[in-house]
């Protein structure tokens, strides 16, 4: 964790903003690579500012404007999701190129063996973007010059042992420093005697361990979190969320078209003329993996939100990733075959600009947003996840940003907090 999160960035940036020490026998001026400096510096931490919005909840702590609040206790899930979430699209157009991609090089490796599930066709491509990286930064940035020699860290040695050790004991989200240090600050604020701090809490470890060996022991000591009311709980995890509509609308304008275009479709045969369809409306659906995903009929009832609304999902026709804005939840049931479907009506973004994910090694996915040109009815099967969608560049870009190891805070049971409506 300390290597990704802290000792990595603190590297790297140090290096950009042009504050590692310089040897007497340097010169600063000939540091190409020293570009986040005065107002460049100030307008980059106003572009990390402003991404918070677009930052869905399962983010957690989304980063703080690091210009202002890099020396005032950012934490280490700022420094994740601010390195390896935003930068590769916010430097860009700021690093000159060749350090544009060698930074990309190593975010793609990071993004690899931070998964839970790592197949073994990644796991060899990880080491060799790590590889590279690590020889790459002698030649970019040391330059086999003896007065650079301390840009040569022992985090950088560290990178081509990753995949080795992964190999050996596992992905390393198994044998990371967050719950152990998560645990010492549950245990901390249990502390009721602080005229003896350490007794105390040795007895709270002792009865944290009782209570988790006899709940598996016995399961039903610790019942599962009722939904909240007029919730629908649907089959692989899926819940369907309030708001709702209390009675059935009718779907005018190019939503309701996009639905009886869905339901001919399905039925195959056309409506009848002047038809129009009606479904009761919901606002939210909580995922399997725990995320809660709003839409923007939700969302226009809340003031200043954190957009949760964007999705990713796999067409019914092809293995590729979409992804969508989603407008609204529904149900229909299907004539032809007695079925009623959980569908979303989304917006769909155009697919990723293909010469700039080679470019980024898959770090950048640049899409295009339609609005209302690109309504499409979808399965809520088949969405895999909730992302952000951050405005970058001309109007109407937005690139893709997922949340780093999300995967791995499931392994503990962390869900998104189910707000009541």
């Given at each position: ?22 040897d ?15 107002d ?43 390195l390896?979430v ?5 430097l ?31 796991l ?25 020699l ?39 604020e ?38 909240p ?5 649907l ?30 479709e399905?039925?195959g ?33 809340l ?10 999902y ?18 229909a ?21 293909a ?10 996915a640049q ?37 780093l ?17």
């Amino acid at each position: 964790m300390h290597l990704f999160a802290l000792n990595i960035p603190d590297l790297l940036i140090s290096l950009w903003r042009g504050t590692l020490p310089c040897d007497p026998n340097d010169d600063k001026d000939s540091w190409d690579w020293a570009v986040l400096v005065g107002d460049v510096w100030k307008t980059h931490g106003e572009d990390v500012a402003r991404a918070t919005k677009y930052l869905p909840g399962c983010f957690d702590r989304p980063p703080r404007n690091p210009a202002e609040k890099m020396n005032s206790g950012y934490k280490a899930q700022e420094f994740l999701t601010y390195l390896y979430v935003l930068c590769p699209a916010l430097l860009r157009d700021i690093l000159p190129e060749k350090y544009w991609t060698h930074f990309c090089k190593f975010v793609a490796g990071l993004r690899i063996v931070w998964q839970r599930k790592i197949p073994r066709e990644q796991l060899i491509l990880a080491h060799r973007l790590f590889c590279e990286f690590a020889e790459e930064f002698k030649v970019l940035y040391y330059q086999r010059k003896a007065s650079r020699l301390h840009f040569c860290r022992q985090s950088i040695h560290a990178l081509p042992h990753i995949v080795p050790e992964t190999i050996r004991i596992g992905p390393g989200g198994y044998r990371s420093q967050w719950t152990l240090e998560r645990t010492i600050g549950n245990l901390g604020e249990e502390i009721k005697q602080h005229s003896n701090p350490y007794a105390n809490l040795s007895q709270r470890g002792m009865r944290r361990c009782r209570v988790n060996a006899l709940t598996a022991m016995i399961p039903a000591l610790a019942p599962e979190k009722p939904l909240p009311h007029g919730s629908l709980n649907l089959e692989n995890g899926l819940v369907l969320l309030r708001p709702r509509d209390e009675y059935c609308q009718t779907i005018e304008g190019i939503y309701g078209t996009t639905i009886r275009e869905y339901f001919e479709e399905e039925e195959g045969e056309t409506a009848q003329e002047g038809w129009k369809p009606r479904v009761a409306r919901w606002g939210r659906l909580r995922l399997p993996n725990g995320q809660i995903v709003r839409s923007v009929l939700k969302e226009s009832q809340l003031t200043s939100p954190r957009l949760a609304r964007n999705v990713k999902y796999c067409a019914e026709d092809d293995d590729h990733m979409h992804y969508a804005e989603v407008q609204f939840f529904f149900q229909a049931k299907i004539n032809r075959t007695s079925e009623t479907k959980s569908l979303a009506l989304v917006s769909v973004y155009s697919d990723p600009d293909a010469d700039l994910l080679q470019e980024s090694f898959g770090t950048v996915a640049q899409c295009d947003y339609f609005g209302e040109e690109a309504l499409e009815v979808i399965d809520i099967t088949q969405i895999q996840a909730g992302v952000a969608m951050i405005p970058i560049g001309d109007e109407g870009a937005y690139f893709v940003g997922e949340k780093l190891g999300f995967n791995i805070s499931l392994m503990g049971g962390v869900e998104e907090d189910i707000e009541e409506e």
